[in-house]
Antibody, heavy 124, light 107 residues
Framework: QVQLQESGPGLVKPSQTLSLTCTVS??????????WNWIRQPAGKAPEWIGR???????DYNPSLKSRLSMSLDTSKNQFSLNLNSVTAADTAVYYC????????????????WGKGTTVTVSS | DIQMTQSPSSLSASVGDRVTITCRAS??????LNWCQQKPGEAPKVLIY???SLQSGVPSRFSGSGSGTDFTLTISGLQPEDFATYYC?????????FGQGTKVEIK
């Protein structure tokens, strides 16, 4: 079955860029009608949706992060990536990647496969 | 953004109890509502999508209902492995948003 795995630095300095990659295994990132999402969760808080990228490369970003955010897809490596610049301590969180699938009957999207998450701390 | 409000924020229950969690959306979202479960140190896991559809592999004691702005997750016969935090999440529009969570604890 499809599995996702996040990777990237666990510590980022303030004002620098946070870069994470999600590797998809057990299936092609180009197949199906999936969106590939990033979600983060500060300790003790609810998840926060960061954004998503479609197999075509089109993106949707959370407006609260849009000015600092970019996402990309590397189909040759079956990966998608997140770059968040000008980070502060408020960006410290567990970052998850997730596949968003669609229910054809109800046309409802839901995140059905998640990575285990990677902890990113912003500190000097 | 669509705000999702869950109640209660936490509850204590015993094995075998029937548990109900509610979620209210700040705008009408049809049935574009998902429920997920999260255990400490783990990623969230979807239980219910489209308000009432049970995700494959999820026990039938979990059920969801509602449409529009008001939704319910019910656990019929709480099991030891069900003690966790539950989140509702809307997929009606971007940005996707989650409720603040309901922590189900052992009484």
């Amino acid at each position: 079955q499809v599995q996702l795995q996040e990777s990237g630095p666990g510590l980022v300095k303030p004002s620098q860029t946070l870069s994470l990659t999600c590797t998809v295994s057990g299936g092609s990132i180009r197949s199906g009608t999936y969106y590939w999402n990033w979600i983060r969760q500060p300790a003790g808080k609810a998840p926060e949706w960061i954004g998503r990228i479609y197999t075509s490369g089109s993106t949707d970003y959370n407006p609260s992060l849009k000015s600092r955010l970019s996402m990309s897809l590397d189909t040759s490596k079956n990966q998608f990536s997140l770059n968040l610049n000008s980070v502060t301590a408020a960006d410290t969180a567990v970052y998850y990647c997730a596949r968003e699938n669609s229910d054809l009957r109800h046309l409802c999207y839901y995140m059905d496969v998640w990575g285990k998450g990677t902890t990113v701390t912003v500190s000097s | 953004d669509i705000q999702m409000t869950q109640s209660p924020s936490s509850l204590s229950a015993s094995v075998g109890d029937r548990v109900t969690i509610t979620c209210r959306a700040s705008h009408i979202i049809g049935s574009y509502l998902n429920w997920c479960q999260q255990k400490p140190g783990e990623a969230p896991k979807v239980l219910i999508y489209a308000a009432s559809s049970l995700q494959s592999g999820v026990p039938s004691r979990f059920s969801g209902s509602g449409s529009g702005t008001d939704f319910t997750l019910t656990i019929s016969g709480l099991q030891p492995e069900d003690f966790a935090t539950y989140y509702c999440q809307q997929s009606y529009s971007n940005p996707r948003t989650f409720g603040q969570g309901t922590k189900v604890e052992i009484k």
